[in-house]
Structure formats: C-alpha cells, structure tokens
C-alpha cells in the first residue's frame, strides 16, 4: 500500500482520474479483495448475478453492483471475511444469436461450418468480447473477489451441471416426453414459459364454418390463428351447452382439408365465448394437448421448425410461412363459402424474448423437469422466514409462482450450451443419463454404439447452481463448507422466478447431507438454503419516469458517466437515489449530487490537513478517550454526539436494507454537521488564542472524526475515501478497506448537547439572515439583543457567545426585558426567544417592513392551513397521536411567532 500522502501532494481540487483508476490498481494487487477460509471469523457471502458474456455495463448493472459492493466492504470492515464471488453467463440463446449474426457479415453460417467449428468459434468470441462488463464493473470499484471468477461454461461449472441432471434423472425428476412448449421459429428452439414476454396486439377473430355430416347445419368455431385448422382433429362443445347437445358424437367436416372431426363434449370448453364451440387443435395448443390426451385425439403437427407449413398440410400451402399461409387459407375459406366472418378482436401474443419473433405453441420432444417436489420445501423456508425478501410483498408473487408452478423445459434446439447428458444406443431404442459417454455394451441390444443428446440444457439450468458450483460443489470443498449458504443476493424482482426460485430449489435439493463448517451433515433447512435475505433492486427509469432503452436514447453510458462525474459520483447518487421497493429516476445531471458531495469532503480533508501542519496536530490516531476532557466545548460535544447518532443509525439503515437511507444519514451529517458547522466552530478555536497544545488536542480531535466518517463513506465512495484516509497519515501500509467499521460509544449521545447546539444553529442562521437580507457589509459587526423567559436558552447565550461573535460578526449581545420596546430593529424569533438586531445606520426601512409583511403573511397561511386540517374529524380520529400533537404544537408555535413578528413590524412602523 501507498505511504500517506503529504499535504503539499495533495490538489487542490478533486479529480477521480488521478485517484481511482490507481487505487483499484492497488487494492486488486495486493489482493485485498480475495477472502480465505478462516474459522476464527465468520463469512459473508455474495454471489454476483453473472450477466450474460453479450453484456455491457448499463445503469441497471450499475445500481445493482454499487449496492452489492456496498454490503460486502461494509461487512468486511466489520469483520466478517467477506465474500464476493464474480463470474459471467454463457447465455446460450443471446451468445449464439451473437455469433451467429458476425458469421452472417462473413457470408457463411452455423451450418456450414458444423457443430465442433462453430462451438470453437464461440468460445473464441467469448474470449474476445466475453469479459467486457467484468472489465468495466472494475471502473465501478467492485470489489470481487477476481481471484474465484467463474464461468458457467467452465469444466467444474460443467461437471456440477452434469451431476445434477444424473442426478435427477435417476430419481424420476427429469423425464422425456412430447408436449407443448414455446417455440422460437427464428432461433429453432424451445423456450421456457419464463422466456416468453406477452403483450396485447389489435388482430382479428376468424368466424369458420365446419359442415356437419348427414345435415345441413354448420359448427361455427372462432380462432385468432386461421392457419391452425389444417391441424385440427375434433370439434369440442361444453356438454352443458343446451345449443350443442345433440351434435355430441356427430361428425364435423374440416374446410379445404375434408377430415371427418369428431363432436366431442368437455367442460374446459367457456361456451360464452364467440359461438361456444372450439375448434381442437392438439399439437399447436397447450390446453388443446391436454384435453387431446384426455379424448384419445389424434396429434398433427402441421410446421417445421422454421414456421413453414409441413407435408401435413394439403400441398397447395407446403411450404408456405404460417402467416403467408394464414392469408391464403382464409381466401380459399371465404371462396367456399366457409368463412362466417371476421371481427376485429384484441389478444395477447408471446413473442421471444431474445429476437422478438411471434411464438408458436408446438409439439415437440423435449426434456423436463418435474418442480412440484422441490418447490414445496422452497416455499416453505420463505414462509418461515428462512430466506428473507426485501421488500417483502415479493413474497405474495413468488408464492403465486411456486403454488402455480408447472413442469420446466430444459431442452434447447441450439448448439451453445451444456450438452445434455443423454446417450442414445444407434442400434436400438435404448437411452440413459450418464456423466461420460458409456463404455460397456448396450444392456438391450450389446451394441457399444453411441450418440450424445443433440440439444443444449436451457441457460437458467446452470444458473440455479450458481451459489454452489461457484463454490466446488459436487465436491466437498472447504469453500462450500465455509461460504454456503451465502448471506445477501442482490437481483432484480423479473427475474424471482427465472432464478432466485430456482436457486433456492437446487440448493435445499442437493446439499442435503454435505458438510456444514464444523464437518457435520447438513440437514436443518436453514442450513440448506442459498442465502439468507433478497434484495431486489428497483427499476432505474429516466427523469419522465420511463423505462430506459436504447430505442427511446434515454440510457445514458456509465462508463461516459464515470468519465464526467467519477465512480464515487455514481455510485453515491444512484444510491441516494434509490428508496427500497421503489422505482429510481435518474439523469445524468443527478451526479451533480454525488460530485459536490465528494467536493465537500476533498476541500474538508485538505482544510484539516492544512491547519494540522500549522499546528502540528498530525497525530490522527489518537482516539477521543484519550483526549483531556477540559479541552471539549459545545461543539465537541455535539459533534460527538452527532456522530455516534449516524454511526447508529447508518447501521441500522444497512442492517434493514434502507441504502438510501444509509446514504442521506452520511450526507447529512458530513455535508451538514460535519462542514458546515463543526468545521467552521473549530476554525473560531484553530485561529483563537488558546494555547497551542490545546489547538492540538482540537485538530486531532477534528482529524479523528474526519477518519470516521471516511470509513463510514468507504462502502459508497470507496476511492476519494481511501485518498483522503491515506492523507490523514499513520496508516503503516493499510488500507481503508481493512479498517474497522465504527462502532456507536452511547456515552457520546447526549440529547441536551444536541438541542443546546440545534439552538445556536438557529440563531447564528437567523442572524445571518437578518444581515443577508438587509445587506448589512460583512465587515461590520452586528449587536444583538435578546428578550427570552427561558433561562436555559440565557445559559446557551452566555456560554457560546463566541461563536455568535465569529460566525454572525456580534460584538454584543445584550438580554432585555420583557417591557423593553426595541426601536428601528431587524428581529427574529428562535425557539421562543426574540432577537433584536439594531439597524440605524445599517438597512432600508422600507426593505425590512416588507420583510416583516411577507413573512407574517407566510405564517398566517401556514396558520390557516394547521387550524383547517385540525377542524377536520377524519384527520382528528384517523391520524396517529403523534402526528395530531405535531400539528397541535405547529399551531401554537405558529400563533406564538406570529404576535412576536407583528409585535417588530409594528415598533419597526413607529421607529420609522
């Protein structure tokens, strides 16, 4: 690590560039971030949610990351060896869609270069373009643990994915079948019901006759995809429906096709639909697949995989794109007299997640994993509280999943991925799953012949082992011994179902019986699951409130961002600005907020740093108890006081998962308390006429609340907090991040002080008032006179008068009675007290009345406004207590300040 930092070294003005880049240099070297198992302290754990290998850094990684980095170097100053594993998504989908569209630009395709080729050249591109977002989460300030980044694709990631699939196929888990799911005509795969975005689109409803055999009568269906009928095998009416009865077990004719229907009944059907009849179209509808099975129904698939009609169709549409077909079909329906009508009708479509392309509901062979028997203990340890969500209403949607959960799709038509771990015998119809290729002969026909599954496994099917096979699992290692079940995820709510269900149903299912940290079988589910609390971070919107995008152009770079503002800017101001469970409204301009704070702090470091040198203080280690307890005034004591109030109440933010919280805690008190008053009260003591060990004692007390409040930032603004503790000197080769977190000393909190000091506040910003708005010169000092029945608010008067001197330009100040009669004054009022500022000879007469007047009128609105919500019985009764004695107080308060300003404008009116 860096010696300290000579004050003459230090600029005079902040820039990030010459700090940040440097210090991750340094953290990153001399491995500050790597943890180790250690048994003498306890670990906290995160796992990144690994963005895909196709992504860059956005304001939504932004925010997530900044709040993940400031859990884990807040707890690693507590103590705790903190955790942060990092790593990247193969993405399968998104990734091959990459490569796919470069090799496009080459003039040549997946196909031509076959499957071993193309998968090389993925793993080239991956190493290319792969590790961008993790290069650019490092102009962040992450601080990951770089040393255990992973990769889903890797061999130990690979070998974990592998076992689980065995794993669960052996017990019945993992099943293969012909069934419905999503398919992407585009991509040629299957997608999961979680992969699949629906929205409302304007289209139409086809009214289609179909002939009945042996009659003149018609059944009259309704269906929004035309094309669909040239797969239909029956004719399904409610057998409730009075209308239909006696069609039940009659013969239907297809249009164009011919093929005799069946009239069937089943109470699925909602005959208050269109016509109350429907058309049964087993092989291109999930609900029309099941009631198909439940009828014996023949399955005709009438597409191939790009969307195109098959030759299960009549040959006039083989070929045809399903929505070129749709146009023509209904044509020749309506050339036959078979098309009743067409309405306008609004729907919803899926559409892929990744390419947009409409989904089509299609049977297929795919693999499936049965979640009813891990979902029920995964839903348990949330409603016990074993696994915690903040904010806790995502509770009600992930339940809703878990009870509603149905079968996933695993399988993938695509060559990007983790190859599933089928075997198929070529000489029979023989099939297992295994972790290598068989070696002994096929158990049926002897052949030792075999191929490998064609399909890739679904990307979630890996990322639901992240918290475990970042950690070693299967194998028992010491890390997954020590670090799971990890302590904080971070992730956005759209993704609950996709993966944080999911994580918790691997981790409960397959680390049953591994060793916990003291080499015992794991078996209490709390051991069990993945991680203890879930925060789920806010959407980052713009200043309209819209969802950014790059289509709308209102997403701003970060890496332009950190640029212009730095990464402390950043990093403060999105979390200043995100309130937990609501959504974040950000504009670049925002970062103002974070780059005047980190400005504030710079300029209070270097003014320390400049006045230790005067003085010679440069000993900032010393701890307050060791300091002579004569040498504390008001401020000290306040100041104490105030801090050891944040310190309290910043961990307290942090321990509920209020970042923002937490952040305008450590504003308010740096920027406010610790700048703007205490600053500027120990200037009256640097430049005073105590002696000069006691002005020591002062600047190092000054230098060691400064340092605190460092470590306090250190989580949010962790590189201008490092340069300026580096600054403040004795560091002996550590960093910031290896400091100790402050803890609260209650002794220090002392509410007295704090109302003593909150007085004092009020009436040097009342006088500074009084001199700004009635433009009396900085150089001329002000008397001041005070009529006040409290005796206590007398004492604070008599006692820190010094400060009135220095920080309002008093030269007096004089007490009066209650009969005195003030002439050609400025006045105020100040927690009952009424301070009279003598003007003759400094102010307009005329600009001070008008004053007087507008304030008075200001008050008797706020009057107005507090009499009318008290006359009001629905806030009276409805309203807590508290609240209702607030507004009775405001109203006294009101009235009293009120009497005492028309009282000055009144003396003022006869002075004048």
């Known amino acids: 690590m860096r010696r300290e930092i000579p004050m003459a070294e230090l600029p005079k003005t902040y820039n990030p560039k010459d700090v940040e880049e440097r210090w991750y240099q340094s953290w990153e070297t001399n491995g500050l971030f790597h943890a180790n198992v250690n048994k003498k302290k306890k670990p906290y754990t ?7 290998i196709t992504g860059i850094l956005t304001m939504g990684h932004v925010l997530n990351n900044t709040i993940q980095d400031i859990f884990v170097r807040w707890k690693r100053m507590q103590g705790y060896e903190a955790c942060w594993v990092p790593g990247t998504d193969h993405a399968g989908i998104a990734t091959q869609n990459a490569v796919e569209k470069a090799l496009a630009k080459e003039g040549t395709n997946r196909h031509i270069l076959g499957r071993e080729k193309f998968v090389e050249r993925v793993w080239r591109w991956r190493e290319e373009y792969g590790r961008t977002i993790i290069k650019q989460l490092r102009k962040l300030g992450a601080s990951c643990d770089w040393e255990r980044e992973r990769f889903t694709m890797d061999d130990g990631l690979s070998r974990a994915v592998n076992e689980v699939f065995v794993r669960l196929y052996k017990k019945g888990l993992i099943y293969r079948g012909k069934y419905i799911v999503n398919w992407c005509p585009y991509h040629q795969t299957a997608l999961s019901d979680d992969e699949v975005d629906s929205s409302p689109i304007n289209g139409h409803l086809y009214f289609i006759k179909y002939p009945i055999e042996g009659s003149n009568e018609f059944a009259v269906v309704a269906t929004t995809r035309p094309e669909t009928i040239l797969g239909d095998t029956a004719v399904c009416v409610h057998p ?31 005959y208050t639909f269109a016509t109350g009849m429907m058309k049964v179209t087993p092989a291109h509808d999930a609900n029309d697949f099941l009631l198909g099975q439940r009828h014996n129904l023949q399955q005709i698939n009438i597409l191939d995989e790009k969307g195109r009609m098959n030759e299960s169709v009549p040959k006039q549409y083989e070929g045809m794109d399903r929505f070129e077909c749709r146009k023509q079909l209904v044509k020749d329906l309506q050339a036959q007299g078979n098309l009743a009508k067409v309405d306008a009708y609004t729907f919803n479509i899926g559409k892929c997640y990744r390419c947009e392309t409409i989904v089509e509901p299609y049977l297929s062979d795919q693999w499936f994993v049965r979640m009813k028997p891990l ?40 060559w990007w991925g983790h190859r599933i771990p089928v075997f198929y015998c070529t000489k029979c119809d023989y099939y297992d799953a295994a972790l290598e290729k068989p070696q002994s002969p096929c158990p049926k026909c002897d052949s030792t012949e075999y191929r490998q599954d064609e399909d890739v496994l679904d990307t979630w099917f890996s990322s639901w082992l ?26 956005g709510p759209d993704i609950i179902f996709f993966w944080v269900a999911r994580m918790i149903m691997a981790n409960m299912e397959f680390m049953k019986g591994m060793p916990d940290r003291t080499g015992k079988p794991r078996k209490k589910e709390e051991d069990l699951v993945p991680f203890r609390d879930v925060y789920f971070t806010s959407i980052i919107r713009d200043a309209q409130g819209r969802k950014m995008s790059k289509s709308l152009g209102n997403s701003p770079d970060p890496l332009n961002v950190i640029s212009d503002f730095g990464a402390d800017a950043l990093r403060f101001t999105v979390a200043y600005l995100s309130p937990l469970g609501q959504d974040v409204l950000f504009s670049t301009d925002k970062c103002e907020i974070g780059r005047n704070f980190a400005n504030k702090i710079w300029n209070a470091g270097r003014f320390l740093l400049m006045n230790r040198d005067e003085i010679e203080g440069k000993d900032s280690a010393k701890t307050v108890e060791t300091l002579p307890a004569k040498n504390l005034d008001l401020a000290d004591k306040w100041i104490l006081s105030r801090l050891n109030h944040a310190i309290r109440d910043c961990n307290k933010a942090l321990d509920e998962f209020h970042i923002n919280e937490a952040s305008k805690i450590l504003y308010d008190f740096v920027w406010h308390d610790f700048c703007d008053w205490y600053v500027e009260l120990v200037k009256t003591r640097f430049y005073g006429d105590e002696p000069k060990k006691t002005k020591q004692v002062v600047i190092q007390r000054a230098m060691w609340i400064f340092d605190q409040a460092l470590r306090m930032l250190h989580p949010f603004m962790p590189f201008i907090t490092e340069e300026l503790w580096q600054a403040l000197g004795g560091r002996k080769g550590t960093s910031l991040m290896k400091a100790e977190f402050p803890k609260i000393a209650k002794k220090w909190i002392n509410s007295k002080t704090e109302e003593e000091m909150d007085f004092v506040q009020k009436v040097i910003d009342s006088l500074r008032n009084i001199r700004g708005e009635n433009n009396i010169p900085p150089s001329k000092e002000i008397k001041v006179q005070v009529r006040t029945a409290n005796k206590k608010k007398s004492s604070v008067f008599e006692s820190y008068d010094a400060y009135l001197r220095k920080l309002a330009r008093v030269d007096e100040v004089e007490f009066v009675s209650k009969k005195f009669k003030p002439k050609f004054s400025s006045s105020a009022v100040v927690d009952g007290s009424e301070i009279f500022v003598p003007l003759e000879g400094l102010i307009d007469v005329s600009a001070e009345r008008s004053r007087l007047e507008k304030e008075i009128a200001r008050l008797e609105d706020l009057l107005r406004n507090t009499e009318r919500k008290l006359a009001n019985p629905q806030f009276v009764d409805k309203a807590p207590k508290g609240v209702v004695e607030r507004e009775r107080e405001k109203l006294s308060s009101v009235r009293s300040n009120l009497e005492k300003l028309r009282n000055s404008l009144e003396l003022l009116t006869i002075s004048s």
């Open 46 to 52: 995160v796992v990144i949610p690994p963005p895909n």
């Open 240 to 270: 409730k429906d009075e209308r239909y009865k006696h069609l039940v077990g009659k013969t239907a004719i297809l249009p164009v096709v011919g093929r005799k229907l069946p009239i069937i009944a089943d109470d699925y059907i909602d």
């Open 375 to 414: 979902a029920a203990p995964a839903l348990r340890v949330v409603h016990q509280g074993k696994v915690r969500f903040h904010p806790e209403r995502w509770e009600k949607v992930y339940e809703h999943w878990m009870t509603n959960i149905r079968d996933w799709c695993i399988s993938r038509q695509i």
């Open 466 to 491: 992240w918290p475990i096979s970042t950690l070693g699992w299967p194998k028992d290692t010491e890390d997954l011994r020590y670090f799971n079940p990890t302590d904080t995820l971070v992730t």
